[in-house]
Structure formats: C-alpha cells, structure tokens
Nanobody, 125 residues
Framework: QVQLVESGGGLVQAGGSLRLSCAAS????????MGWYRQAPGKQREMVAT???????NYADSVKGRFSISRNNAKNMVYLQMNSLKPEDTADYYC???????????????????WGQGTQVTVSS
C-alpha cells in the first residue's frame, strides 16, 4: 500500500506564510501527478495546485502569485509554499498523488490515486 502524510498546517495571521509538506511512502514504483486540494467548512473540495513528474504546474486562480508548489522526486515529497495568506485560505488541505505501486496480488504494478489525511490551515484576520 501507499501512505501520504501531510505536515505544516497551523494558525497564521493574514499576510503570513506557511509551508505544507507531504511525504509518500510504501511500495512505490513511480509517482505521476501530485497536488494539493483544500476543503473549507460547508464547501466542496477544490484544487489548489498540481505538479507533474516533470515539474509542470497548475494553480487555482485564487492562489496564483501567492502559492508555489514543488516536489522532490528522490524523496517522494511535494510541498506547498503559501505566502500572503488570506482568511479565505482557511481550510483543510489535502495532499494527492497518482502512484504506480507494486501490487503483489497481481504480481504487477498498478496505477492508483491516493489522498493524505489532511492538515488544517487557519488564517486569522
């Protein structure tokens, strides 16, 4: 199996910064896209930023110019640097990864989608 573990959330004042980290572990063969999503209370989960295995990035319009996603392929990690935080950025942030893992049940690799447990980010005004 594969596990994603996020860290780095917390409480910060508006205008401040936080850096989220996500570590993938398990029977990983390779990782395709990785990304960060968020879900605010009473709202649907939305994409924040994604990054391909070759480093191409995509951002939600609401975070462009403020957030930056990066990854370390050797360590199977993805990061989200969040600057100029606003109260509307308050949400639970989830790491996502599309992982090719070794599946012993089939004696072959399979491509699966994984989510972390989430880390809370609260921005006070």
């Amino acid at each position: 199996q594969v596990q994603l573990v996020e860290s780095g959330g917390g409480l910060v004042q508006a205008g401040g910064s936080l850096r989220l980290s996500c570590a993938a572990s398990g029977s990983i063969v390779s990782i395709n896209n990785m990304g960060w999503y968020r879900q605010a209370p009473g709202k649907q989960r939305e994409m924040v930023a994604t990054i391909t295995s070759t480093g191409s990035t995509n951002y939600a319009d609401s975070v462009k110019g403020r957030f930056s996603i990066s990854r370390n392929n050797a360590k199977n990690m993805v990061y989200l640097q969040m600057n100029s935080l606003k109260p509307e950025d308050t949400a639970d942030y989830y790491c996502n990864a599309v992982v090719r893992r070794w599946n012993s049940d089939y004696d072959a690799s399979t491509l699966d989608d994984y989510w972390g447990q989430g880390t809370q980010v609260t921005v006070s005004s």
